[in-house]
């Protein structure tokens, strides 16, 4: 009884669309030579315009002027619609009826004999909004999310949302490391009397700069994630030992390295490095 249960699942999950606003992302005309099988005609003998909806889903049904059944092909319907038509209903199993104009992607109506691809925007995953080592802290509408690579990957607004940075939860500390440096603020030269008044407790400090010089996955991770500032330099907010007088330094890869002491105004060991900030968690 179970196996055929699980059988039966299997065979109508496919026919169900994915539970999330589905929405048109494109109509524009495909440049298919329309001949053969793809001829229907009208019943004043026009040859029907004729759609491809992307939609890799069974058990849709459309409305409108029709002419004869839409096809299901491996990953896309063809539909045939009259001349002259101006919209179609798509009926998605799960969904709500969804109405298309064709006036909304800048086609008044259909042509004759034409095929057109209509497309939609991929659903977009839920995100969490519980922070993991790791995870992209991003923001939308006031709410503060956190995704993983494989999440990110799949969200198709991307755009919609404000990447803060990447969430660090490790040996005790929590905090997000900002998704973008602040090298163009200040030039070549950075001295810390310059770089504190700025930036203040949103320099890291030591503890955290230890964790980002040690967590080796943080570069490959960022880089997923689509950004290539991190894994190079840290200031930290610690002051350097007493005989370097009143500086800070930054760290590189396992080497704490001293880099424009106040008391050396004029010298220029930045060698470009940006300062990354972070915030709490």
Request: hydrophobic share 35%; glycine share 8%; net charge negative.
């Amino acid at each position: 009884m179970i196996r055929h249960l699980l059988i039966l699942i299997a065979v109508l999950l496919p026919s169900v669309c994915v539970k999330a606003d589905l929405k048109p992302q494109s109509l524009a005309p495909n440049g298919d030579l329309i001949y053969g099988n793809l001829i229907r005609k009208d019943l004043n003998n026009i040859d029907a315009a004729v759609v491809r909806v992307k939609l890799p889903v069974q058990g849709v049904k459309f409305d409108g002027d029709l002419i004869g059944e839409p096809t299901f092909d491996v990953n896309e319907y063809i539909v045939w619609l009259e001349a002259g038509c101006r919209m179609m209903e798509i009926k998605c199993p799960g969904e709500n009826t969804l109405r298309i104009y064709f006036e909304d992607f800048g086609i008044p109506s259909l042509e004759s004999r034409t095929g057109y691809d209509l497309t939609f925007a991929r659903p977009s995953v839920k995100l969490s909004t519980v922070p993991r080592h790791l995870s992209l802290a991003v923001e939308r509408d006031g709410t503060r999310y956190f995704a993983t690579t494989d999440d990110w990957a799949k969200v198709s607004d991307k755009d919609s949302y404000n990447i803060i940075g990447i969430a660090i939860i490790q040996s005790g500390e929590r905090f997000i490391l900002a998704w973008e440096d602040e090298y163009d603020k200040l030039g070549a030269y950075k001295c810390f009397n310059k770089v504190y008044p700025l930036y203040g407790d949103n320099i890291p400090t030591k503890a955290q700069a230890d964790i980002l010089v040690a967590c080796s996955s943080l570069r490959n991770v960022a880089q997923k994630f689509g950004s290539d500032n991190y894994g190079n330099f840290y200031w930290t907010r610690t002051e350097c030992p007493p005989s370097w007088g009143e500086c800070n330094y930054v760290f590189c890869p396992g080497i704490p390295t001293e880099i424009n002491c106040a008391d050396r105004e004029g010298e220029d060991n930045s060698s470009n490095t940006g300062v990354v900030l972070v915030y709490p968690l």
